[in-house]
Nanobody
């Protein structure tokens, strides 16, 4: 089995910064793309950022220039650095990963439990 654990969420003032971490563990052969989503109750889930195993990144327009996704392949860990935070960034942030558990198994999607980010004065 594979587990993803997010950390780093919390309460921050507008204009502040946070860094989220997502650590994958368990039976892992390789990890392809890793992603960060966010969700606000009553609203549609939003894809925030993606990163391939080669380091190629993509961002939602709403966070471009403020958020940076990165990963450490040796640690099976992805990060989301969030700068210039705004109240509208308040959400539960979820990490996802496309993981192959063996060399012959097809990769599957795994998700963490989420971490709350609240931007408020």
């Amino acid at each position: 089995q594979v587990q993803l654990v997010e950390s780093g969420g919390g309460l921050v003032q507008p204009g502040g910064s946070l860094r989220l971490s997502c650590a994958a563990s368990g039976s892992i052969f390789s990890i392809n793309a890793m992603v960060w989503y966010r969700h606000v109750p009553g609203k549609q889930r939003e894809l925030v950022a993606t990163i391939t195993n080669g380091g190629r990144t993509n961002y939602a327009d709403s966070v471009k220039g403020r958020f940076t996704i990165s990963r450490e392949n040796a640690k099976n860990t992805a990060y989301l650095r969030m700068n210039s935070l705004k109240p509208e960034d308040t959400a539960v942030y979820y990490c996802g990963a496309n993981v192959a558990r063996t060399a012959t198994m097809a990769a599957e999607e795994y998700w963490g439990q989420g971490t709350q980010v609240t931007v408020s004065s």
